[in-house]
């Protein structure tokens, strides 16, 4: 049963195009989300993250919304650059402990 | 700074043998967390030590055990394996200000992949 859920393994999208990345969650406790970045062969790294409070949050190219209502969040990266090609986690976190999603690969095409 | 070590890259064992995983944190950060990733299951949390106590655990099997000593290194065992258990083990380290990850940015090691034939 899968709490955090991102539906689309993979994504490709021309450079200097909007890359729109989303996650769905099941549990209306969950308060806080993160999304990290993964290069092959490294560990993620964190990325940006948004309280439940909060509906949007940005960072330089990176901008997370939240959509409470339908449990769901998007992470936006305008515009996208071939550097940007990584795995990308969703995570949600009910206080004291995280749920990462599946991740979804995306390639930047130059 | 040096960032998380984990130690060793790679490693390959037999079913029904057990392994033992190193992770060294940054200099500095009190909290270290273990992540199990596996194709399309993301990052399953596995546990978390703080000040050489267990803070939180996932739902693992009792096969999966870690510590922590004093000096914010830890170690995440593994007994008598099955061949499920292959993945990439992910260690994570964060200052442990406040309650915890959720709140104080984790920064992840390379992992040790590991293969159980």
């Known amino acids: 049963d899968q709490q955090v859920k991102q539906n689309s393994p993979s994504l490709s999208v021309q450079e200097g195009r909007i890359s729109i990345l989303n996650c769905d969650y099941t549990?209306?406790?969950?308060?806080?989300f993160l999304w990290y970045k993964k290069y092959p062969a490294e560990g993620p790294t964190f990325l940006i993250s948004?309280?439940?409070?909060?509906d949007k949050n940005e960072d330089g190219r990176f901008t997370v919304f939240l959509n409470k209502s339908a449990k769901h969040l998007s992470l936006h990266i305008v515009p996208s650059q071939p550097g940007d090609s990584a795995v990308y986690f969703c995570?949600?976190?009910?206080?004291?402990?995280?749920?990462f999603g599946p991740g979804t690969s995306l390639s930047v095409i130059p | 700074k040096a960032g998380v070590t984990q130690t060793p890259r790679y490693l390959i064992k037999t079913r029904g043998q057990q392994v033992t995983l190193s992770c060294s944190p940054i200099?500095?950060?009190?909290?270290v967390s273990w992540y199990q990733q596996t194709p399309g299951q993301g990052l399953q949390f596995l546990f978390e030590?703080?000040?050489?106590?267990?803070?939180n655990k996932g739902n693992f099997p009792g096969r999966f055990s870690g510590r922590q000593f004093s000096n914010s290194r830890s170690e995440m065992n593994v007994s008598t394996l099955e061949l499920g258990d292959s993945a990439l083990y992910l260690c994570?380290?964060?200052?442990?200000?406040?309650?915890?990850?959720?709140?104080?940015?984790?920064?992840f090691g390379p992992g040790t992949r590991l293969t159980v034939l």
């Open positions: 948004i309280s439940s409070i909060k």
């Open positions: 549990n209306s406790m969950f308060d806080y």
């Open positions: 030590y703080f000040s050489e106590t267990q803070r």
């Open positions: 995570a949600a976190s009910n206080y004291d402990k995280v749920i």
């Open positions: 994570a380290s964060s200052l442990g200000i406040g309650a915890g990850p959720p709140r104080d940015t984790q920064y």
């Open positions: 200099s500095g950060h009190r909290s």
